[in-house]
């Protein structure tokens, strides 16, 4: 899978000195409000205290963190041909409670980094369109988040401003989070031909979080159009640049348009029976050509511009007892796109996912997703139309110690890259994840 770039600023001087001050970062912590997730006492990762001077850091406000993912998948059956691949991921990230370190009130700074390395299962053996991994990404150091958060009216109210993931916030689905088919975190529909800053890349913008009731919000946010156009092609020339795949691109420029995106939903984040109901909207200002084809040739239309809209539910059904996060949970995702601009007109994933199954922490999720390509598709090889790519996960999630976890992973897809080119796919894979 392709995806990232570079370009620095005096913005560097900034990230030198948070390295300066802690030469480590780390994963995904951010809570689905946007706000830094503020750990438990004492420290899980294998690499302890440091001898005291994580705590110190922490006591001045500064929070690191760190991940490795290594895992092993195969196709024994099905797909354009049979092969395994080994991919990692690397997560470092540096949270910094800036009214702690800098005497800053309620505001607070993320820089964080990736190292996605390994083979595309997808591109060499399966032929899914979907990528049946989501930390399959192109090998590079990747800078992907790198900005403040001011929190103003006692928390209600909260601006982001500097380059960051829209699949951080928007459109999430917590119950889904530990599954690892990329249909499952990205809704499919309005990943391409849109260039949208979602794993592994981060982009230039601005978002305000309001929240004028307890669970209630409304959230917003406007993104540069393509943050990484040496992974991420024009869409209408279908052509990449020549600019670096490191995350420091921060070049605006018109002929790449704008992304804005807008969600309104309400959430139980604790309590009995916790969960998320999510309405979203995004629009691309950048012109698209017309994925359609006539008589078997490419049309040559152009569109000003490009949309998607999208809901989410997330529900815990059954919980053990009251506040716990173990029991049964059910989700429920959509999205729907323009079939003139968009390769996939709509996609859904539905699951079912427990927790604590057998000992406190795992997880055991059953989910699938079907992703319909738009009309008058046409594989460019073998000149057969697309219709469906359909996806059967089950995955089972489980905390070996209080740093590692392992986890056995089964999908079968069904019309890989949504022609009858290939057989359905049995994909087997092991994925384990390390924390520092």
Not at 16 to 31: K, P, R, V
Not at 185 to 200: D, E, Q, T
Request: glycine letters at 12%.
């Amino acid at each position: 899978m392709t995806i990232p770039t570079p370009k620095f600023t005096t913005l560097t001087a900034l990230s030198s000195a948070a390295l300066f001050a802690t030469s480590m970062l780390a994963g995904d912590s951010c809570c689905k409000d946007g706000s830094c997730a503020k750990k438990e006492a004492g420290f899980d990762g294998i690499t302890g205290d440091w001898g005291g001077m994580r705590a110190t850091l922490r006591e001045n406000g500064y929070e690191l963190n760190g991940s490795y993912a290594a895992e092993v998948f195969g196709n024994p059956r099905g797909g354009e041909k049979n092969g395994a691949v080994f991919n990692g991921l690397v997560k470092l990230t540096l949270d910094v409670n800036l009214e702690k370190a800098a005497g800053w009130p309620d505001a607070t700074f993320r820089m964080s980094g990736l190292y996605p390395h390994g083979t595309s299962g997808s591109g060499r053996y399966v032929g899914d369109a979907s990528f049946y991994s989501n930390i399959d990404a192109y090998d590079s150091y990747r800078l992907v988040d790198f900005w403040i958060e001011q929190k103003l009216l006692e928390g209600k109210v909260g601006v982001k401003v500097g380059q960051m993931r829209m699949d951080d916030e928007f459109g999430i689905t917590n119950s889904a989070a530990f599954l690892i088919n990329n249909s499952f975190g990205v809704p499919s529909a309005p990943i391409s031909p849109m260039a949208l800053p979602v794993y592994p890349v981060g982009a230039l913008g601005i978002r305000l979080r309001v929240e004028p009731l307890h669970g209630l919000y409304f959230m917003g946010g406007i993104y540069d159009g393509n943050p990484s156009p040496g992974d991420l092609p024009n869409p209408v020339t279908n052509a990449t640049g020549n600019a670096g795949r490191h995350g420091t691109d921060w070049a605006l420029r018109d002929s790449e348009g704008t992304l804005y995106i807008g969600e309104v939903g309400y959430e139980r984040s604790g309590g009995e029976y916790p969960g998320a109901i999510r309405l979203g909207m995004m629009r691309h200002t950048a012109d698209f050509l017309d994925v359609g084809y006539t008589g078997g040739v490419r049309n040559t239309n152009t569109h000003s511009h490009t949309s998607s809209s999208y809901f989410v539910i997330d529900q815990m059904l059954w919980q053990k007892a009251k506040d716990s996060k173990e029991g049964l949970s059910v989700f429920l995702r959509g999205a729907m796109a323009p079939e003139a601009t968009n390769y996939m007109s709509n996609s859904t994933q539905v699951g079912l996912v427990y927790t604590g199954v057998l000992q406190k922490g795992d997880k055991v999720g059953l989910a699938y997703a079907r992703n319909k390509f738009s009309p008058d598709q046409i594989d460019e090889a073998s000149k057969l139309s697309k219709g469906r790519e359909t996806i059967t996960e089950l995955s089972y999630q489980i905390p070996v110690t209080s740093y590692l976890k392992v986890q056995p992973d089964f999908q079968y897809i069904s019309q890989p890259g949504g022609t009858a080119k290939n057989n359905g796919a049995w994909v087997l894979g092991l994925r384990a994840i390390l924390d520092f």
